[in-house]
């Protein structure tokens, strides 16, 4: 089946520091790998698209120069948090779609948990 | 304006009972619509896709979209408390690969034993 897995699961990091984050797909071959940010509320933001072969999409209020991604291949991407301050906290998804057909759906990983003090 | 818009925030039913979730997309360019749910401590999980007009069911799951008001309902008979959960609806302008899913506020749903 389908997988994708996360690491760390959680992390602190202290006001002003670096934090990266992994996100491994097994058992298919991620085309493209999203990556999301869920809020203490639920709520979701789309970090950056990214596909292979393409540029990578950061979505607005969000930058490569404090959200850097890298893809490097079809099972594999990271994400860094630069600086990370208070309102960096929450669950980082990455969500993996293969290329079966015409539509895709997004296989998510369980998340890394970023706790800033 | 938030793209997508869920109701309700929260539903709880019985075992065994009927849970009627609701969905409408804002943009008319958001027509490719996917419904995932998230347990407690894990990451979302995609249920089902629905891109066209009608009905949709994949064993006690049924989704209906209707296009031309953009809206979609996910129903759950039978209802069973492993199915608490928080429920997405997500919209896509396509259905490929780099397609850009937003994601509504969420559903949370308790069933109750």
């Known amino acids: 089946g389908a997988l994708v897995y996360q690491y760390p699961r959680r992390t602190i990091c202290k006001s002003g520091t670096s934090m990266r984050m992994e996100c491994q797909a097994v058992?298919?071959?991620?085309?493209?790998v999203a990556w999301y940010r869920q809020s203490p509320q639920k709520t979701f933001e789309l970090i950056a698209l990214s596909t292979v072969n393409s540029a990578i999409k950061y979505e607005q209020n969000f930058t490569q120069e404090k959200f850097p991604i890298s893809h490097p291949n079809l099972s594999f991407s990271s994400m860094t948090v630069l600086n990370a301050y208070l309102e960096d906290r929450g669950l980082y998804l990455c969500?993996?779609?293969?290329?079966?057909?015409?539509?895709?759906?997004?296989?998510f990983g369980p998340g890394t948990r970023l706790t800033v003090l | 304006q938030q793209k997508v818009q869920q109701s309700p925030e929260s539903l709880s039913v019985p075992e065994g009972g009927m849970a009627s979730l609701n969905c409408t997309s804002s943009d008319r360019n958001f027509q490719y619509f996917w419904w995932y749910r998230q347990h407690s401590g894990e990451g979302p999980k995609a249920l089902m896709?629905?891109?066209?007009?009608g009905d949709k069911k994949e064993g006690r799951f049924t989704a209906h979209l209707n296009k031309a008001s953009l809206h979609v309902s996910l129903h759950i008979r039978d209802s069973q408390p492993s199915d608490s959960a928080l429920y997405f609806c997500?919209?896509?302008?396509?259905?490929?690969?780099?397609?850009?899913?937003?994601f509504g506020k969420g559903t949370k749903l308790s069933v109750k034993s």
């Open positions: 896709s629905i891109f066209s007009d």
């Open positions: 997500a919209v896509s302008d396509s259905g490929g690969s780099n397609a850009k899913l937003t």
């Open positions: 058992g298919f071959q991620a085309t493209s």
């Open positions: 969500g993996a779609s293969p290329y079966w057909g015409n539509y895709a759906e997004q296989f």
